[in-house]
């Protein structure tokens, strides 16, 4: 395993992890830019620009592009989410040239018009069928709720009267000050030659414009610390989200704080399963930890009956008083962190894996970190590291959104 | 890496795949019995079965089992199919005598009557959950009518009624006949020491009591070629499968029938992907080669709305008489290549991937495949091999099944 790292004259970073023993390589192009970053006018518009991305440049059609990637056997797709959209696909060496040259030339899409008209109805059509989620809808609202004047309360899909509202020029703005050169790290991890990389990405992407790039609203955000409730007769069961704040991305409590989200709410074995879930008081129950950039938040949420709601949420908060209060046990810290090595551990098996994690934490820390270096630092942590989150970060500071049949619940 | 195969004195079979390199393992225990094994009275068992396994034993409660994989970080789960029950754990390599100790234990379970009772309800439900997904339900119903006297009809989950009026003792008789050792092979891949694997399961499953066992029926089926329609007022889409005859497990032509599926039915870049699914004619397509012992089939798919279904069966119909014709293009066969060789490698990287991957192939052919062998097999298909395939299995003899809002299809 040995990282390579390095900067085309334009901005644009890269970054490699090269293991010789693989038999894949995995490439991803790392644009930061995600809903964070949009006014209330273009709402939607950087995952809409994911979308129109696939849909085809000077040089490809969007069958094409369907094409090109089927033709080298690629497993490719993409994500946006608050802070970041990705491009990636997972190849076998051979076809290193031309995965390449896929990923570049779509990410200077030619955003054309018809195509644009077209899409609109496909992300207007995503945003129904996520709204018709009930976990996914109490979910967006509840970072609403909690992210009130902080940009990570917008959502990434936007709305359907915002995306309505949206036109190609606009995009077209959004794309030229967001998808510069300096704002883009491509990044390869698996069996693939560095210089051949550099060398493939800098012909690609070397006359790629340059601009200044940057992020508006990096501060913390603690929540309102209040109670919302979302009455829909439709829905079936109650789901119940309660955000708490965390430590951010580039934070050197982070590992305490997913050892202490696993310990209270991992979907087996903790401590919300055993309270919710095992005796069947709630369909589901967890906790998770999210970092971003400035700021990080604790994510609990459970479903279940309307009329076990109220009580069910009674039990979420004497858990979390309870652990505030107390600290969670050393063995429930050592259950987390074998865990968490288990899963830091396989996830880091394929060339998939390390290009997500070797993106991302060059994203928030500027550094690299190898699965050695994520081990490591999970087993540093102690009852006096995770007690240091609780006393900044107060887990039982929550705010609480409902949605489902309930009017209102206590 | 190294594999090693050994048997214990009472018939149990140990496989290893060791790669120094790995920084996990994968166990899997592997009971060579499924829906196909079942009579009709007992009709859903071997799914139920694999349920109550994790139900606990005479030194386990079912909270126990959930601890003690939990505290080692475990990722586990099981399966049912109708011909394997298959039950797994990913793993540190540390942890592995407790891995072996867990699995090993939790396969000579207690089955209590009170946990039987209670997990009755369990099943009854997760039938109800399945019916109510039309495509499954869809899917279900065609390999019954596809499976008409032949054992791999019968329904994995089995219906309501046979489940509530299956009997402890049923169970534990079924139980006592397929979960002996000669019927069971524990797999094991990553990073493990072969001879310490071998002494921890012969200690853990040394006892467990031997006896014939065997499989009734393996035989090859070739479907009745006639339509069923399924009238479902309740269902918004027509969802339409079509299953047609192809070689089994054991077969050489296997790599060239999966090769043939994939061309005409990947769900990117294939010939059902062009013609139904990226006009917006079908909301899905897709085919794809199920491999049994004794037979095999194709199993071709889609759904959309109803007023469009006859139309579309029309146009699959189309496809696959002229792929019967003139065969698919050496393009198609490229493309379908590079696509097999990126995911047999993509699979192959982790030991999960390749606990499963020996697991089965032993069953089937009983014999060693490595990541190599496979990807030279599908490197060997030809335009020819292909043509074998059809040859033998005429992919344009499809049985039909719709289920949805119609209550005709033509």
């Known amino acids: 395993m040995q990282f390579q790292h390095s900067t085309l004259p334009n901005g644009l970073r890269l970054l490699g992890e090269i293991s010789p023993s693989a038999r894949s390589v995995a490439i991803g192009f790392f644009v930061r830019t995600g809903s964070r970053d949009e006014s209330p006018e273009v709402s939607g518009v950087t995952h809409f620009l994911e979308h129109m991305v696939f849909k085809g440049t000077p040089r490809r059609s969007a069958l094409d592009v369907n094409r090109d990637f089927d033709r080298i056997g690629a497993s490719y797709n993409a994500f946006t989410s608050e802070e970041n959209t990705v491009f990636y696909a997972a190849i076998l060496p051979e076809y290193l040239p031309q995965a390449v040259d896929i990923l570049a030339d779509i990410l200077r899409p030619s955003l054309r018009v018809e195509d644009f008209d077209m899409e609109k109805n496909v992300i207007i059509e995503e945003i129904g069928m996520y709204e018709d989620q009930p976990g996914w809808s109490a979910y967006d609202n509840a970072k609403k709720h909690y992210f009130v004047n902080h940009p990570l309360g917008n959502s990434i899909l936007g709305t359907a009267d915002s995306i309505r509202a949206l036109t190609r020029d606009q995009m077209h703005e959004y794309f030229s000050r967001r998808y510069v050169a300096q704002n883009i790290t491509a990044v390869a991890a698996g069996n693939f030659n560095w210089d051949h990389f550099v060398n493939l990405v800098g012909k690609a992407c070397g006359q790629w414009p340059t601009g200044p790039v940057g992020r508006q609203g990096v501060k913390p955000a603690t929540g309102p610390n209040t109670i919302q409730t979302i009455a829909k007769d439709k829905v079936v069961q109650e ?115 390390r290009m997500q994690a070797v993106g991302m934490s060059w994203t928030y820390l500027g550094q690299y970190r190898s699965v050695d270096d994520e081990l490591q630092a999970f087993d540093a942590v102690t009852l006096d590291s995770v007690r240091d989150v609780m006393n900044q970060f107060p887990i039982d500071r929550i705010t609480t959104l409902a949605l ?4 209102k619940i206590v």
């Open 239 to 353: 789901h119940v989200v309660m955000i708490a704040p965390a430590p951010a991305a580039d934070s050197p409590l982070r590992h305490a704080a997913d050892t202490l989200a696993l310990a209270i709410g991992d979907d087996s074995g903790s401590r919300l399963y055993w309270e919710l879930v095992d005796p069947g008081r709630a369909e589901s129950a967890d906790m998770s930890f999210h970092e971003y950039e400035g700021t990080g938040s604790f994510y609990a949420s459970f479903s279940c009956e309307p009329d076990q709601a109220s009580e069910n949420l009674g039990i979420v908060r004497r858990v979390l008083n309870d652990v505030q209060k107390k600290n969670i046990t050393a063995e429930e810290i050592q259950q987390a962190k074998s865990k968490i090595g288990s899963r830091v551990v396989r996830a880091g098996e394929r060339p998939m894996g």
């Open 404 to 407: 489902g049949p309930l009017t």
